[in-house]
């Protein structure tokens, strides 16, 4: 049996305080609203009660925001691309942003399972003046357990349509890809950090992003298999390869930090699920 589901998440301002309306098909949920912050920013929490996908599933997410509203979006768990038969196991994200709008989108790494199918899309479109931090972390295989990443698929596509693109596929079988110096080079997590402005971002503005990223990358452990660009002036990118999960994202949740102090003069806020 497999499974398709929708959500849409739609944020709004009223009565000076930022609010998420949403609706479902399928079994992917919201839990309630929390402002650890404060009223102007609104924090989420994304529930997929299956746990992961398989051949065949499709999760379609539809996020937007418009006015000042801010909102900040997590899940209290990876998302697993789990062994297909052969169907594709698909996952997609259209955010749209209006207006001043800003959106943390914070999910935990996505699981790619030996013998997937799988493709995680996230596709951007943001006004003039709206903002975007967001990230995106993938594990291939389960390295502490003993099961490797050796058959199967994973493609990745980002995409600010116009400004920028990502899109990579991943195989299993290219061991030039997944072990060679010019690609994974053995290591078996990949993530990024990105800041999207929906305008040019101003050069002292940009260069203080790529300062405070890069003093944050020199210090850490994972400075020989990290680096922080500007592939445009719109868009900047933290890039990390790690062996696991867990100091890849220690890493990009140091630089998040400083990056909502230095673009918005956010104080450092994590949302609780991370706690628990």
């Given at each position: ?5 929708q ?5 709004t301002?009223?009565?000076n ?8 098909t ?6 309630q609203?929390?402002y650890p912050?404060?009223d102007?920013?609104?924090?989420n ?11 065949g ?9 418009s006015?000042?509203a ?16 052969g ?8 955010i749209?942003l ?14 790619a399972?030996n ?7 996230l ?22 357990a ?8 994973y ?9 920028w693109?990502e899109?990579g596929l ?8 997944m072990?060679?110096?010019?690609g994974?080079?053995?290591q ?8 999207v402005?929906?305008?040019?971002l ?5 260069e203080r992003?790529l ?8 210090s850490h452990?994972?400075?020989g ?7 445009n002036s ?8 790690a ?8 890493l990009l949740?140091?630089?998040w ?10 104080s ?9």
């Amino acid at each position: 049996m497999t499974w398709h589901a929708q959500l849409d998440i739609d944020y709004t301002v009223e009565q000076n305080r930022t609010v998420a309306r949403h609706s479902h098909t399928g079994p992917l949920r919201v839990l309630q609203s929390l402002y650890p912050e404060g009223d102007a920013t609104c924090h989420n929490v994304l529930v997929h009660p299956p746990g992961g996908l398989v051949g065949g599933d499709t999760l379609d997410m539809r996020i937007s925001a418009s006015g000042s509203a801010h909102g900040l979006i997590t899940t209290p768990g990876a998302t697993r691309f789990y062994r297909s038969a052969g169907e594709l196991a698909l996952q997609r994200t259209h955010i749209s942003l209006l207006d001043q709008a800003r959106l943390e989108w914070l999910p935990l790494e996505a699981i790619a399972y030996n013998q997937c199918r799988a493709e995680n899309r996230l596709t951007l479109n943001l006004a003039p003046q709206a903002e975007f931090i967001g990230w995106d972390v993938t594990a291939f295989g389960l390295p502490s357990a003993a099961l490797p990443f050796e058959q199967g698929s994973y493609l990745q596509h980002i995409e600010l349509p116009g400004v920028w693109l990502e899109r990579g596929l991943l195989n299993a079988a290219d061991a030039r890809l997944m072990n060679g110096p010019l690609g994974l080079a053995g290591q078996r997590c990949m993530a990024s950090l990105f800041f999207v402005a929906g305008t040019a971002l101003d050069r002292p503005r940009r260069e203080r992003g790529l300062e405070l990223a890069r003093d944050m990358l020199a210090s850490h452990s994972l400075c020989g298999t990290a680096g922080a660009t500007c592939p445009n002036s719109q868009v900047m990118v933290v890039r990390v390869l790690a062996p696991l999960v867990e100091p890849a994202v220690q890493l990009l949740r140091q630089v998040w930090l400083g990056w909502r102090a230095h673009f918005w003069q956010l104080s450092a806020v994590t949302p609780r699920i991370w706690s628990t």
